[in-house]
């Protein structure tokens, strides 16, 4: 990431059914996971980005397989944010730049998915400033991950935002009402991430109808669901 002069505000992109719609956070190593890294590769036009995570987050070191398969991606066009845990506003925010300044630098991320955010008001403010730090170093694309929707201010600061982190089993019981922070109100598109997902089951129109643009439904379970893509992804067997 190259430094800028000053932060710049997000600038929310319209939902829009054409648009591509799937976020893959993907966090297998490509040594061990290689057609499906190459599924994620031929699926380039369908996707919003792809999270590159490494070690929970980018590592002491450059991965040369990271190396190679995020240059892959940056061929065929596909947006890459560099994974970083911000501990629900308790991390510094140096320390979550210097994270993000790795993966510009090791893997050429175009911006950010911040994971563990805060959802309430009382934490705005240190989003906000990481928001600004993080636009300030560079970035092109900020996503935060706060599994919930958070209040309406989250969606000033940010390009896309996660509403929703679960199982399928929840998701398809909840109501069906958008975020208002989301496009068409204060600008930041909206994602649902759903693991747990049987095959065949749409998800996509379920989230268009709930307001969120992007997402991503994964058949995984239990404490690494985001070890399995999509079904739609899946290499042939």
């Given at each position: 990431m190259t430094a800028h002069a000053?932060?710049?505000?997000?600038?929310?992109?319209?939902?829009?059914?054409?648009?591509?719609?799937?976020?893959?956070?993907?966090?297998?190593?490509?040594?061990?996971r290689p057609a499906e890294w190459h599924a994620v590769v031929d699926a380039a036009p369908r996707l919003y980005g792809v999270v590159l995570n490494p070690a929970n987050g980018p590592g002491d070191t450059p991965d040369p397989a990271f190396i190679r398969v995020a240059g892959r991606l940056r061929a065929a066009g596909v947006r890459l944010l560099g994974y970083a845990a911000t501990d629900y506003g308790r991390r510094p925010v140096t320390d979550v730049v210097r994270e993000l300044i790795r993966y510009h630098a090791w893997y050429g991320t175009d911006g950010a998915f911040l994971d563990q955010v805060a959802s309430e008001p009382g934490e705005f403010d240190h989003y906000r400033r990481l928001a600004a730090a993080v636009w300030g170093a560079g970035a092109d694309t900020l996503a935060l991950n706060p599994g919930t929707p958070p209040h309406p201010a989250y969606a000033r600061i940010a390009d896309l935002v996660v509403t929703f982190e679960g199982s399928w089993e929840t998701y398809r019981d909840l109501p069906s009402?958008?975020?208002?922070?989301?496009?068409?109100?204060?600008?930041?598109?909206?994602?649902?991430?759903?693991?747990?997902?049987?095959?065949?089951?749409?998800?996509?129109?379920?989230?268009?109808?709930?307001?969120?643009?992007?997402?991503?439904?994964?058949?995984?379970?239990?404490?690494?669901?985001?070890?399995t893509l999509p079904h739609a992804l899946e290499p042939p067997r």
């Open positions: 000053a932060a710049r505000p997000a600038t929310g992109r319209a939902s829009h059914p054409s648009l591509p719609s799937l976020l893959v956070p993907y966090y297998e190593h490509p040594c061990d009402e958008p975020w208002p922070g989301g496009s068409g109100g204060l600008g930041a598109r909206v994602c649902h991430l759903v693991h747990g997902v049987p095959p065949g089951t749409d998800v996509a129109g379920v989230a268009r109808a709930r307001g969120a643009s992007v997402h991503c439904a994964v058949p995984g379970v239990g404490d690494h669901p985001w070890g």
